[in-house]
C-alpha cells in the first residue's frame, strides 16, 4: 500500500534521522491498536536521493511481520528505484536488531545487489527514537557477509529473467526466478527464501533452460 505523506516528491534523505522524523509521522498518524504491530515499509529513492515512493510491504503482529524478497522489491523496481531504506517499527520499544532483522536485511541486501537496487539502511523505528542498521557498522557488516551471496553466473541469469518478466504478475516472476535457480542445481530451501514460493510449487516446476 503507497503511503501518501505531502511534500515527500522533494524531499531529499541524508540521514538516518531524517528517515525516522518521516516515518514516526506515518506511524503515529495509526490507531493505538494498529501502532502496537509490526510494519515494514519501503522508501524507494532516484539517483540524487529523492523520495519516489513510501510502501508499506507488510502488517504483521507484535513481534513480527512476514518479509518476502519478491514482495519488498515490488513496486521499488515498478518506480525505476536505484536504491531503498528499509523501515520497521518495534511495538515494544527496544531499539535493538534481533537476530531475524538482521538475517532478514543480510538476504535483502543480496537480492538488492542481484536486481541493482541498493539498500541504503534498515532502520528500526519507536515512538521515540529510531537504530540505523548503517550509522551502526552493522549494514557494512552484512554487505562483507557471504552467506545469502548468489554465485555470479547464476546472478546474471537472473538479472535476465526479471528483466524479461517485468510486465509479467508477481508469482510469474517468482517462478521464472525459482527454473533459474533449479537450473544452476541450488538447494530447494534457498529458493523458497527468494521466491517466497511453497516447496511443493517448487518441485512442479521445470527448471530446463
Known sequence: MTIKFKGKEDMTIN???????????????????????EHLWTISLNNDNKILNIELVSFGSVNQTIVEPMEVFSVPLQRRAVSIILVHNHPSGKLVPSLKDKDVTDRLIQCGIMMHVNVLDHVIITEKGYYSFEESGVLNELLNNSKY??????????????????????????????RVMKAEGMEIEKIMKFTGL????????????
Open 149 to 178: 551471496e548468489i554465485d555470479f553466473n547464476l546472478k546474471g541469469k537472473l538479472l535476465a529473467k526479471v528483466a524479461e518478466s517485468k510486465k509479467e504478475g508477481e508469482l510469474q516472476k517468482a517462478k521464472e526466478m525459482a
Open 198 to 209: 511453497s516447496k511443493a510449487v517448487i518441485n512442479k516446476i521445470k527448471y530446463e533452460i
Open 15 to 37: 540521514s538516518a534521522r531524517e528517515i525516522y522524523l518521516i516515518m514516526r509521522v506515518i506511524l503515529m498518524r495509526e490507531n493505538k491498536i494498529d501502532r502496537d504491530r
